[in-house]
């Protein structure tokens, strides 16, 4: 992780994750089964409310090397955050970094 969160928490974790991969990559075959891969968990401070920022470096099957922004808006509803992000979403929000090889 090259940037971490200013106002909650990031881990990366190594598990078995179906990729999603969109037509026309070659490795949308991939998306069928689980795949070891990478999966970005993101958790807010209590009661934060507002933008917040992950910098991560990903290195892909090919050899090249990716440096990922994820910006996030996290505003509280009746009972718990909603976090809407690019590219992840979701309470525990995750991204999947598949390792998936086709060929």
Do not use: W
Request: net charge positive; hydrophobic share 35%.
């Amino acid at each position: 992780m090259l940037t971490e969160p200013r106002h909650g928490e990031a881990r990366i974790a190594d598990d078995p994750l179906f990729p999603n991969y969109l037509a026309p990559n070659s490795r949308l075959p991939c998306d069928a089964r689980k795949e070891q891969g990478r999966e970005l968990f993101y958790t807010p401070a209590a009661d934060f409310q507002g933008h917040d920022k992950v910098v991560i470096r990903n290195a892909t099957p090919d050899g090249f090397m990716r440096r990922i922004i994820i910006d996030m808006d996290v505003r509280q509803e009746a009972s718990k955050a909603a976090i809407t992000a690019s590219p992840v979403a979701g309470r525990r929000s995750k991204m999947p970094l598949s390792k998936c090889r086709v060929g």
